[in-house]
């Protein structure tokens, strides 16, 4: 196993979860990415294995948002989330500021889809879809 690998269990380990393999395959092989995506011209960030749990602790982003890992943004106040409370996982959209999950903007059902659609579409500013009851 490479160091990048030992640093994907040691982050699953912390979260409590097991990544989708298209975030871990992106995670040893791009590591992550901070660029204006065109023709969307939206700016996409994915965070690097290393900066996940400081990123998450800085947040408090488990404790607002329980089964959220948030792998990267807009450059912003928009934070691009993983929903582990759902199998799969889908890509949700968080404010900053939000209080709970209530706010999340639904993006993609997985990390391959969001970058394949993303130059396209961009970021999906639809409002939240309000749960079940």
Do not use: C
Not at 115 to 133: A, V
């Amino acid at each position: 196993m490479s160091s990048n690998d030992d640093k994907i269990v040691q982050a699953e380990r912390h979260f409590g979860v097991r990544f989708p393999a298209d975030y871990r395959h992106f995670l040893a092989t791009e590591g992550s990415m901070s660029q204006f995506i065109l023709p969307a011209d939206d700016f996409l960030m994915i965070n690097a294995i290393t900066e996940l749990i400081e990123v998450n602790e800085a947040g408090e982003f488990q404790k607002r948002f329980p089964g959220s890992v948030v792998i990267g943004g807009d450059g912003s106040r928009e934070m691009l989330t993983y929903d582990f409370r759902q199998t799969p996982p889908p890509l949700v959209l968080l404010d900053v500021s939000a209080q709970d999950w209530s706010s999340a903007i639904h993006q993609a059902m997985s990390l391959s889809a969001l970058l394949e659609q993303f130059p396209e579409t961009g970021w999906n500013w639809d409002e939240p879809e309000s749960s079940p009851s």
